[in-house]
């Protein structure tokens, strides 16, 4: 049973740093992508930072330089450092992985709530 779970999310104050962590369980997806969305209360879910492979890296409009987005083949994991974080950035983030080269996201975390206050 494949299993992506998150960690990390807490309540931050604006300006502030967390990172996240997603650890993949059952298969590995080291040679297919993976990635972080988010999900605001009443917006639609958008995506934060995608990772290739062979660790190409693709990022939001709205990251700006505060985002990074890694991954440790080793231990199947993938990781978002966040900083200078804002109020808006205050959402549900999960971790998703793609099952083969170009396919779509078909497997996805529980979530992790981000709280940027203030």
């Known amino acids: 049973q494949v299993e992506l779970v998150e960690s990390g999310g807490g309540l931050v104050q604006t300006g502030g740093s967390l990172t996240l962590s997603c650890e993949v369980s059952?298969?590995?997806?080291?040679?297919?992508?993976m990635g972080w969305f988010r999900q605001a209360i009443g917006k639609e879910r958008e995506a934060v930072a995608g990772?290739?492979?062979?660790?190409?890296?693709h990022y939001g409009e709205f990251m700006e330089g505060r985002f990074t987005i890694s991954r440790d083949i080793a231990k199947n994991a993938v990781y978002l450092q966040m900083n200078s974080l804002k109020s808006e950035d205050t959402a549900v983030y999960y971790c998703?992985?793609?099952?083969?080269?170009?396919?779509?996201?078909?497997?996805w975390g529980q979530g992790t709530q981000v709280t940027v206050s203030s």
């Open positions: 059952g298969r590995t997806f080291s040679p297919y992508a």
């Open positions: 998703a992985a793609t099952g083969s080269t170009g396919g779509t996201f078909d497997y």
């Open positions: 990772i290739s492979g062979n660790r190409t890296t």
